[in-house]
């Protein structure tokens, strides 16, 4: 069955910490996606990845930054965390489509995130 | 860049009733386009998803159609149930892109009373 997992499903820090919240999936899927989802605003991209050591930014990456050292393992990185990110994260992940665009697109549980 | 737009943004309906949700988009250059479910606080499920060179899609009690040419699919939900209450979002994939960005819309908030 398919599985995308994330680290933590709520986590709560302060402003300026260091926030790493990590994205595991077990189906060997070359791409990789972080989005936030905030009410009112729908789901927005920060950043994808479409194999190892590769990252592309997406509509706001302001603030973040990430991590693919293995393709089974993306990793956002909010370097000094403010509240204005406090948000729900979602990560997903898909195949890459034969047909040049990306196959069913597989999602994580969430992270809800709060800084303080 | 992608713009989607679904309609209605929220629907409260009794059980039984059969429903249709409608997404628009501005780009007809995609590659596919799924359909999602979002528990609250939750991620999100891919119900369907249709290749471009399809008309529509079925699973269950759900239908999707597309018609990429004027830039909207429909997902038709057949007699509803309490369990169908959530969010509903449509989706296009970009076309030419490796990694099947999606663009999401706000989506359909959809509540099916007892």
């Known amino acids: 069955d398919v599985k995308v997992t994330q680290s933590s499903r709520y986590l709560v820090k302060r402003t300026g910490e260091k926030v790493f919240l990590e994205c595991v999936q077990d189906m060997d899927h070359e791409n990789m996606f972080w989005y936030r989802q905030d009410p009112g605003l729908g789901l927005r991209l920060i950043y994808f990845s479409y194999d190892v050591k590769m990252k592309e930014k997406g509509d706001i990456p302001e603030g973040y930054s990430v991590s693919r050292e293995k393709k089974e393992r993306f990793s956002l990185i909010l370097e000094s965390a403010s509240t204005n990110q406090t948000s729900m994260y979602l990560c997903?992940?898909?195949?890459?489509?034969?047909?040049?665009?990306?196959?069913?697109?597989?999602f994580g549980p969430g992270t809800r995130l709060t800084v303080l | 860049k992608q713009e989607v737009t679904q309609i209605p943004a929220a629907l409260s309906v009794p059980e039984g009733e059969n429903l249709v949700l409608n997404c628009s988009f501005t780009d007809s250059a995609i590659y596919n386009l799924q359909w999602f479910r979002q528990d609250p606080g939750k991620g999100l499920t891919s119900l369907l998803l249709?290749?471009?060179?399809?008309r529509e899609q079925t699973s269950g009690r759900l239908n999707a159609s597309l018609d990429k040419s004027s830039g909207r699919s429909t997902l038709y939900i057949a007699a509803s149930q309490p369990g169908d209450s959530a969010t509903y979002l449509c989706?296009?994939?970009?076309?030419?892109?490796?990694?099947?960005?999606?663009?999401f819309g706000r989506g359909t908030q959809l509540t099916v009373w007892p």
């Open positions: 997903a992940s898909s195949l890459l489509g034969s047909g040049g665009g990306g196959d069913t697109q597989y």
């Open positions: 989706d296009p994939t970009d076309r030419g892109s490796t990694l099947g960005r999606l663009y």
């Open positions: 249709i290749q471009s060179s399809q």
